[in-house]
């Protein structure tokens, strides 16, 4: 007990140590996240009208983010499969900081779903024996459980290692690796049940296809790994962590097969809807080129289509693959290009057109960019938060002396850190 | 804490304190699973509220299930003129929110405009690729006849037009509703009797039921609604025409405050042509089995295998 | 002594027809719409209980849109075959006699066989109508009715000397409340199927066996002129209800007017 108590407050003592610009990132975070808090109390009084959300276009924003967060999640996996099923040295080392990441993209989503609802307050209508749970039938509900499922699992896990570190105990095995390969499977799950969420609904012809599940994860393969990629060359600019070069090598090159993959899915997608062009393609056909002359999600198609295709073939091409002053840019292109994809790409033009052949548009407020970029920043908050403490734990900074119960040496030391190799 | 303000929110709405949402209301349970003692306490407390709110005496009806009885609708598109007076029809009996701005309206009923189809002598020639033979006919590309392509916002001096067909849409009260599937809370349900129901205060407000509905039957309250108290009707019925709040999904759920009653709908009445036409499923004398019977009658996106109790004939 | 009673009779006459018209003004101060169509059922606008009106009608187009009581105005069918098994007194019509201000004074001044200038009674030579200002008031295009393409004429539906009532092929009055009785000799499979709440309209119970207030075939239909160009199935074109609100991102709704298929 006393080595948890000690646990916490080393670890937020750690995390708030910081030079000018740690502070800088953190206050620019919390600004827009307290526009987020703003953005939620006008919708909690005047309602979701401060959407752009309409009865017919009634997914917007918030549920395209919520979709891609929880990609980012999932995509904390291909770290964690090739450390512990591969045993991947450089991966190993680094798998507390995927389970981090895993962590503060369960958040966001969890944010983004608050945004979404129609009644937060209400909240409780789903937990078991006190409301409603509607098992089996609920495809919302079984994401819910996935979700909450894999917070936990990510915590568990990651903390439980990051404790062992800390207080320089092993790891008991028996307990760890059965939840880190339950981890593996549930973080698969995690975005396959998002996707059987949208993809079950034959009134929505464009989700409507057996493609979705497949396309949702490999889009969040490559978009979750780009994002672990630019977060692993932070920490080594930034930190005293070095992360091996085999790591991003073998991130880079997860990214370009599912990249790879998730273009071949867009390419098949394309040519199978528009062969035959029935009815069932108007909400692609929406996308691409417009209908009834509305056209304004054709520039964004495009441009993520282009952006993909860019950071595929820059990600394709060995060299610039582990040219590591070129790799952030596709990182940062793939990054993009999926987020466009998956919110203005999938979600929006799937209410395009109603199922009984309506056709509106859909443009999202400031204060729902305010609410998306807020819970973006209380994300990337938690998220540096806990890479933060992680990493002092596992660069050995932040250890547990017996002999100083409450200090560690690192800060009797007034902050200056011990040199350490890069292991 | 998401709660707290949301029912802070509620509270400040009017300044009648009979008005405000009591905490009871708050933590009331769904309202399947109620109790007779829960439901008449829910009753009063809505009575209470609502009358407060409207200032007139507010009823809100608990009658459930009629026993013996499987709601039934029939419309027929042959008569439809598309005169929307059963869109109107159904605002002046449902008490939804009628405001200016946009998303502060609510019409449960939407009509669509077809149009017949032309084909014209100058199109013949004007299909594509040309050069090897024409692969797709200059004709091709116009809708006619019954389709979910039209216009909904049609406003023509007067209907029904020589070209036109015209096709009411809403809520199809399926006997296998996909919303009901779909639902995590389990608060939108179909009840014994036919009508596929939503218990207000139970609603989350996740919209993954307008997402699940083929027919675009659902609707949802973007804001607190904007109903004046002289338009508002004082007759309700739990499940059916109560004043919704913000955030809640609702639609046509074949007024239940009436047809518990034995009253037609609203939208049945004042149709002008006599297209709708409502009745018991298991009574072989009523409109709509007769119609079953002697009429051709078809569901919209049959092959869904929704079973809507909402049938289209012509005769 | 003829002389007298015929100035007197016209006195009567005018008399009439300027307190039905002072009548008018007097209603056109209250809300009145019209049930089916315009001219045939209106009906006024009055609380049945404070807040609960009789009829809620719609300020765009002057149509009723929902009635507070369906039966309010109504009376008993009467009997028709083949509906002897709808429970007494629940089938009832809004009377239509009524209205029919100027039938009865026809029926007892001048088409009642005894008149003075007229006894005995004779039809007119021919079978057609003859051009007079009162006929001429009530239907359009007397020399060319509308309504069975020069098949029927007036007497064939009108009662030569009870003016005030619908003939049947026997010679014997119909009232004007049950013009089912004499249109379902003609539209057999509209009669049909109205009689099974198929066709037409009929307000209040939905149950078989329930009180329902019918619509009868004149107050949709206007008999003296169903076959007009510009109609549309029989039935007369009609000013819309407005359309739905524009939803949050449209300006306009012009998109639809262009068809959605391009290739």
Not at chain 2, 91 to 110: A, C, F
Not at chain 2, 196 to 201: C, K, L, M
Request: charged share 15%; glycine share 8%; aromatic share 10%.
């Amino acid at each position: 007990m006393e080595k948890l108590i000690n646990f916490t407050t080393d670890y937020i003592r750690y995390v708030l140590k910081g030079g000018t610009k740690f502070y800088a990132w953190m206050g620019v975070l919390a600004l827009l996240s307290a526009g987020a808090l703003y953005a939620f109390y006008l919708q909690n009084t005047e309602g979701l009208i401060v959407t752009g959300m309409t009865s017919q276009i009634h997914d917007g924003l918030y549920f395209a983010n919520l979709v891609f967060l929880v990609g980012v999640a999932a995509g904390a996996v291909t770290i964690v499969f090739p450390a512990y099923v591969y045993h991947h040295k450089g991966m190993h080392e680094v798998t507390v900081l995927g389970e981090m990441l895993a962590i503060s993209a369960v958040i966001m989503v969890t944010l983004f779903v608050f945004a979404h609802m129609g009644r937060p307050d209400r909240l409780w209508h789903m937990l078991p024996f006190v409301g409603i749970f509607n098992l089996p039938g609920s495809m919302l509900a079984w994401d819910v459980l996935a979700l909450t499922g894999y917070l936990m699992l990510n915590f568990a896990c990651g903390f439980y290692y990051l404790y062992a570190k800390y207080t320089g105990v092993p790891v008991n095995n028996k307990i760890f690796m059965p939840l880190v390969y339950i981890s593996i499977v549930w973080a698969l799950s995690i975005h396959t049940v998002t996707a059987f969420l949208i993809a079950t609904m034959p009134a929505r012809p464009m989700w409507f296809h057996s493609m979705m599940p497949i396309r949702f994860i490999t889009t969040a393969f490559a978009a979750g790994p780009c994002l672990i990629i630019l977060a692993f060359m932070i920490i080594r600019k930034n930190t005293k962590m070095w992360i091996q070069d085999s790591a991003i090598n073998l991130l880079a090159v997860i990214v370009t097969w599912c990249l790879g993959l998730a273009l071949f899915l867009t390419m098949s997608e394309i040519v199978v809807e528009l062969y035959a062009r029935t009815e069932h393609a108007n909400g692609l056909y929406y996308l691409m080129f417009g209908l009834h002359g509305l056209t304004s999600l054709v520039p964004w198609f495009w441009s993520s289509l282009a952006f993909m295709l860019v950071a595929f073939v820059m990600f394709l091409i060995p060299s610039v693959r582990t040219n590591y002053k070129l790799l952030p840019i596709a990182c940062v292109l793939a990054f993009v290009g999926i987020w466009i994809e998956k919110g203005m790409g999938l979600i929006v033009p799937g209410f395009i057109p109603t199922p009984i052949g309506e056709v509106t548009e859909y443009y999202p407020t400031f204060i729902e960019v305010v609410m998306s970029v807020g819970n973006w920043a209380i994300g990337f908050l938690i998220l540096t938060i806990l890479l933060k403490g992680a990493i002092g734990i596992l660069i050995g900074e932040v250890k547990f002396d017996a002999s100083t119960a409450e200090k560690s040496p690192g800060f009797a030391s007034g902050g200056k850190p011990a040199t350490s190799a890069p292991r | 804490m998401s709660s707290l303000m949301g029912a802070a929110a509620l509270m400040a709405q009017t300044d009648d304190p009979k008005a405000t949402v009591e905490w009871a209301e708050h933590f009331q349970t769904n309202y399947r699973l109620m109790t007779p003692a829960g439901k008449a306490e829910a009753r009063a407390r809505l009575e209470r509220r609502y009358s407060a709110q409207y200032s007139k005496k507010v009823t809100v009806d608990t009658t459930e299930a009629l026993p013996g009885v499987l709601m039934g609708y029939a419309l027929n598109i042959r008569k439809c003129i598309g005169c929307r007076r059963c869109v109107k029809a159904c605002v002046e009996e449902n008490n939804q929110t009628r405001g200016k701005s946009p998303g502060e309206r609510i019409e449960w009923i939407q009509v669509l405009r077809m149009e017949r189809g032309e084909f014209a002598q100058d199109k013949m020639n004007a299909g594509y690729p040309e050069g090897l033979g024409i692969q797709v006919g200059g004709n091709a590309y116009t809708p006619a006849g019954q389709v979910l392509e039209g216009q909904y916002h049609y406003e023509p001096e007067a209907v029904p037009e020589k070209d036109a067909t015209y096709m009411p849409i809403a809520c199809m009260q399926c006997e296998k509703p996909p919303c009901v599937k779909v639902c995590p809370v389990r608060t939108t349900y179909r009840e014994a009797d036919g009508p596929v129901v939503i218990d207000y205060n139970w609603c989350i407000g996740c919209r993954m039921c307008m997402g699940a509905c083929p027919y675009w039957a659902r609707r949802i309250n973007l804001t607190t609604p904007v109903l004046p108290k002289d338009e508002m009707n004082p007759v309700t019925h739990y499940l059916g025409n109560r004043p919704r709040m913000r955030g809640v999904v609702e639609k046509c759920h074949w007024c239940l405050q009436r047809t518990r009653q034995g009253r037609y709908p609203a939208c049945v009445e004042v149709c002008p042509v006599g297209a709708r036409k409502f009745g018991n499923l298991l009574d072989p004398e009523s409109e709509v089995s007769l119609i079953l019977a002697r009429k051709n009658v078809f569901r919209l996106k049959a092959e869904l295998n929704t079973f809507p109790k909402f049938f289209y004939f012509y005769d | 002594m003829k002389k007298i009673t015929l100035s007197a009779m016209i006195l009567a006459f005018c008399g009439g027809l300027i307190s039905t018209a002072l009548a008018q003004t007097a209603l056109q101060a209250e809300t009145t719409c019209f049930e089916s169509r315009k001219g045939a059922s209106e009906v006024v606008k009055r609380d049945l209980q404070p807040g609960w009106p009789n009829v809620k009608c719609s300020t765009k187009t002057g149509a009723v849109l929902w009635w507070g009581d369906p039966f309010d105005g109504t009376v008993p069918m009467g009997d028709m075959p083949l509906l002897e098994k709808v429970p007494p007194g629940h089938a009832v019509v809004k009377p239509r006699s009524e209205k029919l201000a100027l039938m009865p004074m026809c029926g007892t001044a001048c088409h009642n066989g005894v008149g003075p200038q007229f006894n005995p009674p004779k039809l007119p030579i021919g079978k057609k109508p003859a051009p007079i200002p009162t006929m001429a008031a009530m239907v359009p295009d007397l020399q060319n009715l509308q309504h069975g393409r020069g098949r029927i004429w007036c007497l064939d539906c009108h009662h030569t000397t009870q003016r005030n009532k619908l003939v049947d092929n026997f010679g014997d009055p119909v009232s004007f409340d049950q013009p089912q009785l004499l249109c379902g000799k003609c539209h057999g499979d509209k009669m049909r199927d109205w009689r099974d709440g198929i066709h037409g309209k009929r307000i209040g119970e939905w149950a078989s066996t329930g009180k329902k207030r019918w619509f009868t075939c004149t107050e949709c239909h206007n008999p003296h002129n169903v076959q007009d160009g510009a109609r549309n199935r029989g039935f007369v074109q009609i000013a819309p209800e407005s359309p739905p609100q524009l939803p949050k991102g449209m300006k306009d709704a012009k998109h639809e007017l262009v068809h959605g298929v391009a290739h």
